[in-house]
DNA sequence: TTGTTCCTTTACCCACGGGTAGGAATGCTA
DNA sequence: TAGCATTCCTACCCGTGGGTAAAGGAACAA
């Protein structure tokens, strides 16, 4: 639950150099760089066979190391699956932080917000984030994780709301259309293992489009063959 | 892999009433009822904990039996979930053929099938067949379920393509547009359990609504006050 | 009644895998 | 050099749960 990653921000104390200290601070980001090693490591296994197909004594092997080794940086198999749980998670929350800057209608933040999500999904920790089940956590980490959950899902029923006050998007039900949109982006990581003709960025942006345009035609339809094509369909349906 | 239902083919066989089979029928009947009662009680059971969290124990309970008679009804847990994937999966062929009848512009046709589709995702084997993982089964197994959910994939493909031929769907990629819809669909099955506030028809039908119109609105924005918001928004930015 | 088939039970097996105890290297400090 | 901490290993424990053997009891046939 409490994840106090220290590798980022302790950085900062590096600044007082050639003190004694230096080698026993080295050895700590050592020791977060191998940790998150072993979370990456868990989170590509469980991408590829899934969370209760993959044992830490694969893990460790992927890592060719053994299994303590493993619990020597991670308390349980539970809390590796929650690691990468977050580690998705905050990817997408950092797009929000990035785009919240940018002055442009609220539809362009929200593409922008949605090829980042498409982006995160298709990646290591896509599919953690996405397919992991919350029932495979203790009540304490589930919790956590659903709020962060429900944090994006706001965020995106927002920029909705703020696009159709502004213009820039058509007027809709925000909650149905947040989870049209996460669902579409986040079913990726089903499919990407299988199919990586594309990139994440590339998927986004496409599926951006067709949520943008919307199925019905824009200009004036010409439904003008339809009445034959149907006949022709008709003559293969019968069997 | 060879699931003989004999039920429904054989039962042809009746008309010959008062013969001395009549009960060993009836028995025969009976006995795929149960299997069915337990099928469904597995789908029920694996949609509540997920697939691994049930034990068969839980599913035996549920039917107020004990383990072995399932047993006596299924091979294997893995069967099990096989036979719950492709009910799930039959469901949505059946919004096919029986969408294949009507005469009317495709776009109507992929609504339709679409709206079964919803409903499909948000019954009991819906959580079987979006969220179960292949990796689950045996190759044979898991190669027939792929080649099923192949099939719709294509479905709603040729559907799209023959909306943009007909002119009732505005041109796209259909590839991608088949999985953004399905992805939207698909993911109904992951917060539909906890969100229960609308009907599996009253979401589909919402999507539908929303890939339909697009977000860009159709008639001409009104971008007015965007620049107005985007302060407001960088003031609560800065914290 | 006796034999047979069908259905269900009690009681059990055992592999898998999460998790741990305790010790051996390795390296740093003094 | 001793002494301490860090890191990783070998060897083990044991609960869970998929799956089975074998027998009991009901329903039916003869």
């Known amino acids: 639950m409490n994840s106090r990653r220290t590798s980022p921000l302790a950085a900062g104390k590096t600044a007082a150099a050639g003190s004694p200290w230096r080698s026993s601070r080295e050895r700590l980001r050592d020791r977060e760089l191998k ?3 072993v979370i990456r490591a868990a989170a590509r296994e469980f991408n590829r066979k899934g969370y209760h197909n993959t044992s830490l ?3 460790a092997a992927a890592l060719q190391v053994t299994k303590p080794t493993v619990y020597y940086y991670v308390t349980s198999k539970e809390q590796l699956l929650f690691e990468c749980f977050v580690a998705g998670v905050e990817q997408i929350r950092a797009a929000f932080r990035e785009v919240r800057q940018l002055a442009v209608p609220a539809r362009e933040r929200l593409n922008a917000v ?3 999500y498409g982006e995160a ?3 290591d920790f896509g599919w953690c984030m996405v397919r992991a089940e ?3 956590l203790s ?4 919790r956590h994780i659903k709020s962060l959950k429900s944090e994006i899902d706001q965020g995106i029923r927002r920029l909705l709301r703020e696009g159709i006050q502004d213009g820039s998007i058509e007027p809709c039900d925000p909650k149905m259309t947040a989870f049209a949109l996460a669902g579409a982006l986040n079913w990726i990581a089903h499919w990407y293992r299988e ?3 594309l990139t994440g960025a590339q998927i986004a942006t496409a599926f951006v489009t067709i949520f943008e345009e919307g199925l019905r035609p824009r200009r004036g339809a010409l439904r003008i063959d339809a009445r034959a094509r149907r006949r022709r369909t008709h ?3 019968a069997r």
């Not at 009540?139 to 589930?142: R, V």
Request: aromatic share 0%.
């Open 139 to 142: 009540p304490a980490m589930s």
């Open 195 to 197: 199919d990586q003709s």
């Open 35 to 37: 940790r998150d090693a």
């Open 235 to 237: 003559g293969t349906l």
């Open 114 to 116: 949605l090829r980042h």
């Open 57 to 59: 004594d694969d893990i």
């Open 121 to 123: 999904v298709a990646s």
């Open 134 to 136: 919350d029932q495979d």
